[in-house]
């Protein structure tokens, strides 16, 4: 990938006491934005909102669970953390502003370790615009835990609700799906042929955009950014971590309707069709159940579809019903399947 790291030395983070090891790595982050007055040093970072609504969202990722450093890299997993986190603003149709920072990390973490992984967060707080302005460091007597929490804002009119669908209102969706989850079983394989053969050198060229959906998710501020241009207000939002359909089902629940989702319309990159026939799965089955892919599922009124049609980063997929005819799919040869939420979910994984 192209952040690899390559570390000569190996520092115990016992070496520098707390506020020494919070200082060296926090030391590189600048405020970037006017809203940030106090950062990191004192109790509390000060924030002075500029827009009427302040948005708040908090991640956890616990190793083992959310990600594995077998295949993960630290940089990625820094970048992943905020990346995460910040696709929550956009799915309120926000622009983050803060992000504060909380690790607990088992002695096994040399300092070299969790400078990659700051360095990781570090590029995402440049990419995104977003301020470091706090956090907490802690150990853990087992593996890596990390806890964000983003800060964003967005004007009273423009932030975007699950639940304001309306019916007959088209569902559309940001960019491709199904890649980061087909990322991950790359990983995953890979993992398993390494374990049996550690001279074993992967070639994960042909899967290079799987692989990075998977490492390094990008938050569509991009498309927040595009519909205020377009000048198109989505009526309701949601940001696809646990899959397709799931996501589907909560916009349905939380704004009291059905809708049907064309399965021919689905957006679906050329290699996620390649190798979910190489893993024998249904492509389909990918995009609808395979989360991890941080686009944008939102709802607009049909008077907006010419401000949208043609944009290659955003699909029409179907539109909203009543409530009484549920959330439904409909496959390439008419028939009508009711939706289902299989996605991908840490409590299913056996302790
Ligand atoms: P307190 O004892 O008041 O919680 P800390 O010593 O934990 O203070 O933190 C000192 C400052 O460093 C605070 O501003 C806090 O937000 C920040 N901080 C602590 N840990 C981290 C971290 N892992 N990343 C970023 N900032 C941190
Ligand atoms: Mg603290």
């Keep these: 990938m192209e952040w690899e790291n390559k570390d000569r030395q190996s520092t115990a983070v016992s070496t520098l006491g707390e506020f020494a090891l919070i200082e060296h790595l926090t030391k590189g982050f600048e405020l970037q934005n006017p809203g940030s007055l106090v950062g990191i040093g004192d109790d509390a970072a000060v924030i002075h909102f500029q827009k009427e609504h302040g948005l708040i969202s908090t991640d956890m990722l616990v190793e083992g669970v959310h990600f594995d450093l077998g295949y993960m890299p630290l940089t990625h997993l820094g970048y992943k953390s905020a990346v995460v986190n910040i ?31 700051y360095d990781g967060f570090a590029k995402a707080c440049a990419h995104y615009k977003v301020d470091l302005v706090g956090g907490d460091t802690t150990s853990s007597n087992k593996g890596m835990i990390i806890s964000v929490t983003v800060l964003g804002e967005a004007e009273k009119e423009k932030t975007t609700y699950r639940s304001k669908a309306a019916d007959n209102e088209l569902l559309v969706v940001s960019g491709d799906l199904g890649g980061a989850y087909l990322g991950l079983q790359v990983l995953e394989r890979e993992k398993q042929v390494f374990q049996v053969n550690p001279q074993h050198q992967p070639d994960l060229e042909p899967y290079h955009y799987l692989v990075e959906r998977q490492l390094k998710p990008e938050a ?4 927040v950014e595009l ?7 989505p009526t309701a939002m949601i940001d696809i971590s646990d899959g397709l359909s799931s996501e589907v089902i909560h916009l349905c629940q939380n704004s009291q309707l059905g809708c049907q989702l064309y399965e021919e319309k689905i957006p679906i990159d050329p290699t996620v069709i390649s190798t979910s026939e190489e893993f024998k799965m249904d492509p389909t089955t990918v995009a609808l159940n395979g989360g991890e892919d941080y686009e944008l599922l939102f709802t607009i009124k049909q008077e907006d579809f010419p401000k949208i ?30 939706l289902q939420a299989q996605g991908w979910n840490a409590f299913n994984q056996e302790d």
């Design 227 to 233: 519909l205020e241009k377009l000048e198109v207000q």
């Design 220 to 223: 569509r501020l991009d498309i």
């Design 87 to 117: 696709s929550d603003i956009c799915a309120m149709n926000g622009r983050p502003t803060q992000l504060t920072l909380s690790l607990a990390v088992s002695n096994r973490f040399t300092l070299e370790a969790l400078e990659h992984f």
């Design 309 to 338: 049609k043609g944009n290659p980063n955003l699909t029409v997929i179907g539109h909203m019903t009543e409530a009484s005819r549920g959330a439904q799919l409909v496959t390439r040869s008419g028939e009508l399947f009711p």
